[in-house]
């Protein structure tokens, strides 16, 4: 294997004069039938959703944000209860539909342009990132107690994103402060339900496939046992711990971005072991059986992993070349409890025996991201029908979006 099988990657929107990226990966940027694509875009001064016609190049903007970026997770110095949530969009691909936070609003519109404000955040909430169910009929917005981030980003907060100097997770233990799952029916606004989570700060939610009554969430940035305090059920009932120490698996381990496979029967997660390598994993969510498979120890780029519809995966980070030597990068970002630098170049497919626990990758292009801030990170994603991967990339002043071909074999 080597460099010349690499694609170049082809521009899907955007321009040195403003920044555009895709959704967050836990919803699919991309119409069901692989038409449009839906991403945030600042060309106007402030960021908007706005959605492109991949057939005919039109593009149209749905939401109407004048009052910049909203302050919530990873958006730490945006305006507080002002603006777009950035994090708060996701897609409902099966119906165009949009979801989305305006300042205190929660907000749903599509093709038409025409906004709907079903409720609002509770007040002195936290937001991160949003997830509608596959039916279309809930929304699940996680939110945290805003002590959380309760600081001044000017003084008291460092890196690129100004994030706080002290630990998050830290001070939710010791303060108690809670997260709750707010469920809304998508066509009323009504808020069904209403799940308190002590001692946690949720970021991420995602509804189960095929029964919304469960919805997976995590613990971020744990400052203690992030190896099996990161992924969470809450089967409607019960709070169910998703990863568990046994053999290899142990409580010091580093675990992240968790995601559902299409049916609903698996959980995919990446991480790193103690001390070790890093590794791709997934648990039969019936059985809870796992398949860990560690990669090689040059594999050391952070990344993420996503997933098509038949269990193939993307990812943004860790693969490289034999005998590459890699671009040496700073990255004000890179201070995380990650163990590894966020200096990936490739895009790249993998190809899982998860019985065998052998990975064939296949690398498709480079994306070249500088990785500063998390709009800069990559976060490929499939389109439906499994051909093609689209990823956002930071390689010279601004953020745009791109994509690359996949040839099924």
Known sequence: MNQKCLQEKQLVWGSEEYNTQLLYF????????????????????????????????????LSQNTE??????????????????????????????????????ICKVGMDGQIQILNQIPSGQMTAFSHVSRDGNLLCI??????????????????????????????????????????????TGEELKRVTVPD????????HPKDPDKIMYNHEWASFDCGIRRMWLYDGKNHIRLRTPSGERRADDWVCHEMWSDDGNYVIYHGALAGGPAFVGRLDIRSMEYSEIPLPSEYNAYGHFTMDHEG??????????????????ENSTDNGPDPHKKDGEYISVQKVDWEKKEITWIPLCRH??????????????????????????????????????????
Not at 52 to 58: R, Y
Not at 68 to 82: A, H, Q, R, T
Not at 312 to 329: A, H, Q, S, T, W
């Open 26 to 61: 836990t919803s699919s940027s991309l119409s069901a039938d692989d038409k449009r694509i839906y991403m945030i875009c600042d060309s106007q001064g402030s960021p908007n959703v706005i959605v492109k016609d991949l057939e005919t190049g039109e593009i149209r903007q």
């Open 142 to 187: 996680p939110t945290t107690d805003g002590r959380c981030l309760d600081y001044d980003p000017e003084t008291e907060g460092y890196g690129l994103d100004q994030r706080p100097i002290y630990d998050i997770d830290g001070r939710v233990q010791e303060e108690h402060l809670n997260s709750y799952l707010h469920v809304y029916d998508t066509h």
């Open 368 to 409: 070249e991201s500088d990785w500063l801030g998390q709009d800069a990170h990559p976060h490929a994603i499939y389109n439906h029908k499994g051909d093609r991967v689209y990823f956002s990339s930071r390689n010279t002043a601004k953020v745009k979006v791109y994509c690359a071909d996949v040839k099924n074999s």
């Open 312 to 329: 193939n995966l993307v990812c943004d980070g860790y693969f490289k070349f034999p005998d590459e030597i890699k671009k040496v990068r």
């Open 200 to 207: 946690c700060w949720i970021t991420h939610v995602q509804f």
């Open 68 to 105: 910049g970026c909203l302050k919530s997770y990873v958006y730490f110095n945006g305006n507080p209860e002002k603006g777009l949530g950035k994090a708060s969009v996701c897609l409902d691909a099966e119906r165009d539909i949009v979801y989305y936070i305006q300042g205190n609003d």
